[in-house]
């Protein structure tokens, strides 16, 4: 089947060259943070709007994988965003979700559908 696909994103998901660091500057010996970071390329990866105007499937696939009702009253107010951007980004590395799927099947026309995948 080849190399495994994995969504890019804007989002760092600790997939750049080194766990996610993109390269730059000198790195503090006693912080281990570079001086600077060289930037994203633009264009590259998933925006959050692209997530947004997929968001059915998100909803599903986050009730599915995890059980998460985002129809519960008062449930996106007790959580931060960091609680629903971890869960989302493990939907993106999920290839059992439909969110992967649809993405892998736009970046890849030729990839296995849902039917043919025996994850």
Known sequence: MGAR????TTIDLGDGPVDGDPGGGPIDPDTGLREWYNPEPQ??????????????????????TYGID???????RARTGRWLRVRV????????????RLL?????????TAAEFDG
């Open 5 to 8: 696909w994995a969504p890019k």
């Open 89 to 100: 980004l493990g939907l993106l590395a999920d290839p059992k979700t439909r969110i992967f």
């Open 43 to 64: 264009g590259a990866g998933i925006e959050w709007a692209d997530l947004f105007s997929r968001w059915s499937l998100i909803e599903a696939d986050l009730h599915q």
């Open 104 to 112: 892998r099947a736009e970046r890849e026309p030729d990839a296995p």
């Open 70 to 76: 985002l129809e519960e009253p008062g449930l996106l």
